[in-house]
């Protein structure tokens, strides 16, 4: 039986599901593969109901900073905290890390995106320096990527400080899929999986299919997954009802039916085959918090031939004409020629599809993402 000095060595912070982002879901990860007895949890997602937003905003600040403060004092080791890349949410980490480093625990921060060091830039003299307090008060500044590793460049004292730890398949690898082909008949499949952000690229990834179905004259079928947002002025996500309405419009004209489809938010076994069945799965993603997509990841384990745009870290996973393609961003066009390059030439796509997986084998599984962070942690 675990002893009571084992417990709670340590504190993860950081947002758990729902919403539905690459952060929450690969935070999610992180807290289903540990030891539950020796974590304490602090989930940093407001889903306060019936409070005008700004409200429920601060009060669930201040309740996951007592929060953290009391486990902090409790913990016998690490603090991981997963940081976020806006003012609200850096003035929300701050004194995280503070009570933290006056505990004398050791901080490891995890940065799930790329706009670290933007954010830091847009910042007054007085916050930047409030910044690089805090961040040298770490013991660990994790990033997903060694493309992401200039964020911090803005104090050279950061840089010793950095690992890099790539994301993984969130779920486990037995679940993974294998190499794919085109079909012969039945229609090409395409598959966006991501909240349906505009700088996201879902409304030119439409244009293509639009394209593809008639100027190309494919027979194809574009599946939508997930759920409208916007980004207001502070980096906050907003869900989007207006976006989603028009977007629902447009899909369902005469025009456009029966070849591009909306899924709402998928998990489990039907997100499990909607990744079984696609054929292409496409991210035009310009998306400024964006890091290392995990949606990406998820395609390569079943062999899916990814094209997305060579932002942030995605060309660690998308090796231009090996793993996949990369095209400009905001380029219907380009999406569409380069599905129909491949429909037109099977064995270059089942190259690709082969060389994707084996790439996710080798670098992104689930076991492995796993494993270097228990070795992040030091557990």
């Known amino acids: 039986m675990r002893s009571e000095r084992q417990k709670h060595r340590w504190v993860a912070v950081g947002p758990l599901p729902p919403p539905v982002t690459g952060q929450s879901v690969a935070f999610q990860c992180l807290v289903d593969n540990v030891e539950s007895g020796v974590v304490d949890v602090v989930d940093l997602s407001c889903r306060k109901r019936g409070l005008p937003g700004s409200l429920a905003r601060v009060l669930h600040m201040v309740k996951v900073i007592v929060r953290c403060t009391v486990a902090t004092a ?37 940065l799930h995106g790329g706009n670290y060091g933007e954010f830091y830039s847009n910042q007054n003299a007085l916050i930047r320096m409030l910044i690089r307090f805090a961040l040298r008060r770490a013991k660990v500044l994790a990033v997903l990527s060694a493309k992401l590793t200039d964020m911090f460049d803005f104090d050279p004292s950061l840089s010793p400080k950095v690992r890099i730890v790539p994301n993984g398949l ?16 039945s229609p090409v499949r395409i598959l966006f999986l991501s909240n349906l952000i505009p700088s996201k690229g879902y409304q030119i990834l439409a244009d293509a299919v639009k394209l593809l179905a008639g100027s190309y004259h494919v027979n194809v079928h574009c599946k939508f997954c997930g759920t409208f947002y916007s980004v207001d002025s502070r980096a906050r996500l907003r869900e989007d009802a207006e976006s ?47 890091g290392q997509p995990v949606s990406i990841i998820e395609a390569m384990a079943f062999g899916t031939v990814v094209i997305t745009t060579d932002h942030r870290a995605n060309s660690d996973l998308v090796q231009g004409g090996v793993t996949g393609l990369l095209v400009p961003p905001y380029d219907a066009r380009a999406i569409a020629d380069a599905v129909f390059s491949l429909i037109r030439d099977p064995e270059r796509y089942a190259a690709m599809s082969r060389n994707a997986f084996e790439l996710y084998r080798q670098r992104f599984t689930h076991a492995r993402h796993i494993s270097a962070m228990r070795r992040l942690l030091d557990l």
């Not at 690898?173 to 079909?183: H, I, N």
């Not at 629902?248 to 489809?261: H, K, W, Y």
């Not at 709402?264 to 997100?271: A, D, L, M, P, T």
């Open 170 to 185: 969130p779920f486990s690898d037995r679940e993974s899929g294998g190499p794919m082909s085109l079909p012969n008949d």
């Open 244 to 290: 989603r309405q028009r977007f629902l419009s447009a899909i369902a004209a005469p025009a456009t039916a029966g070849f591009l489809e909306y899924c709402g938010e998928v998990s489990g076994e039907q997100k499990l085959a909607f990744l079984r069945e696609a054929h292409f799965f496409v991210l035009p993603t310009t998306y400024v918090n964006e």
């Open 74 to 110: 409790a913990a016998r080791r690490n603090v991981y905290l997963t940081m976020g890349q806006s003012r609200a949410s850096f003035f929300r980490d701050l004194p995280i890390v503070l009570s933290a480093a006056l505990a004398r625990r050791r901080i490891i921060c995890h």
